[in-house]
């Protein structure tokens, strides 16, 4: 079973849409226990850093998330709130991956909302796939390049689209969206 972590966050059913075309069950919860007995987490979201933050802290969840054992996944929202600190509403976030999040420089349109190349792929969620790989983004706040960087994007800067730590893994667009390289994304995350 795959839980699929409730945080009054959007994007949560697209994302257990993606997981049952694929062939997986999954749950929608905030319960501690149903986290901790899934075989995958996954953390989606789309939404404002400091207000999902909240949620998490008010439902226990923030400092929880960290000592998941089991592999997991950030999209989006849940990719930023993984990382040290959001310009987003000043916010203190999990602190999993070592980047701050950023707000696009006003140079290009803002929100980056659209298809564009991942390039440097290394780590799990890439296997077996070669760079470019073209996937769906929506998103003003990026994550900044790091050692924990497993996928780059360039708009107006480069930026992580994904990131990878340990049992710990993220991406800065939507695999859910994002056709086939998407659901051969989330097939070597599901594989972990």
């Not at 997986?24 to 075989?39: C, G, V």
């Not at 994550?143 to 990131?163: D, K, V």
Request: aromatic share 10%; net charge negative; with cysteine.
């Amino acid at each position: 079973m795959i839980a699929i972590i409730d945080y009054n966050a959007g994007n949560i059913s697209s994302v257990q849409n993606a997981l049952k075309r694929l062939g997986y069950e999954s749950i929608i919860t905030r319960d501690k226990e149903q986290i901790l007995s899934a075989d995958k987490v996954i953390l989606p979201g789309v939404g404002e850093a400091s207000t999902a933050m909240s949620y998490l802290k008010e439902y226990g969840l923030d400092s929880f998330i960290k000592d998941i054992k089991q592999p997991f996944l950030g999209i989006c929202l849940g990719m930023q709130l993984m990382c040290n600190y959001s310009e987003e509403g000043e916010t203190d976030c999990l602190g999993i991956f070592n980047s701050d999040v950023k707000l696009f420089p006003p140079e290009e349109k803002v929100p980056h909302i659209g298809w564009n190349s991942l390039v440097g792929l290394k780590g799990d969620l890439f296997k077996n796939m070669n760079a470019p790989e073209d996937v769906y983004f929506v998103h003003s706040f990026y994550a900044e390049l790091s050692e924990e960087t497993s996928a780059e994007c360039n708009y107006i800067l480069p930026f992580s689209a994904a990131l990878e730590k340990n049992n710990f893994y993220a991406t800065q667009f939507h695999p859910e969206k994002s056709a086939s390289v998407g659901e051969q994304i989330l097939k070597n995350f599901l594989s972990l």
